[in-house]
């Protein structure tokens, strides 16, 4: 988790849903003042970029329609050790924070969170701090328990609490807006839910997602 401080210049953004890309470029031009910018939304064009050019910051989320984020930051953090890894995303879980920070990340934020918070979390780069989300820099303080608790679950438990409140709303008709203010969280990180919810499940309509829900109890 150790990283050097440098001044970041150029950023690399890879997240495909609009909202959070939206997001996640705001918080990199209020973090960074006069960064340029380059956004993806998925693996491929991103590893495309990065065969001509270099970036001193690499935010990218792990879901992505070609494949899981984690293995971008593998070939980055090799080809190219000096570039601030981040990982941007929803999943707040042991699996994913430990394998993508044994893939190279340095940082590792949630989306769920305020610009404002993010901006802060990113904010510690040029002077050398890992950007963490505070429930992230407590997990790894209290170890690997978690983790070997959650391999152990059956297959019906693999959505998160949050997911599983999001699929019984959806089982009840409500709509991605009304579930974001219900729940009271923004509508990109609503769809960030569901598209994992999704892929989890192997669906892809909401009427599959009534049924696992009825299946699983939830609706």
Request: glycine residues 8%; hydrophobic residues 40%; negative net charge.
């Amino acid at each position: 988790m150790t990283q050097t401080a440098h001044k970041i210049r150029q950023a690399l953004i890879i997240e495909d849903l609009p909202d959070s890309q939206a997001l996640l470029l705001t918080v990199c031009q209020q973090t960074f003042p006069g960064v340029t910018c380059q956004l993806f939304d998925n693996l491929h064009d991103g590893r495309l970029w990065l065969t001509e050019n270099r970036c001193d910051l690499l935010l990218i989320d792990l879901g992505l329609p070609d494949g899981d984020g984690t293995d971008l930051i593998a070939e980055v953090k090799q080809s190219a050790p000096d570039c601030t890894i981040v990982v941007a995303t929803i999943f707040d879980d042991d699996q994913h924070l430990f394998a993508a920070l044994q893939a190279g990340a340095m940082g590792y934020l949630l989306k769920d969170q305020s610009t404002a918070q993010l901006v802060r979390q990113l904010q510690g780069i040029e002077d050398g701090q890992p950007p963490l989300s505070a429930s992230i820099a407590r997990r790894l303080l209290n170890g690997f328990q978690v983790r070997a608790q959650a391999q152990t679950q059956p297959a019906q438990h693999s959505l998160s609490q949050r997911e599983q409140e999001v699929l019984g709303l959806i089982a009840r008709g409500f709509s991605s807006n009304e579930i974001s203010g219900f729940l009271e969280i923004s509508r990109h990180t609503v769809g960030d839910h569901i598209k994992n919810i999704y892929r989890k499940l192997n669906i892809s309509s909401r009427a599959e997602a009534t049924r696992e829900a009825l299946r699983l109890g939830l609706g």
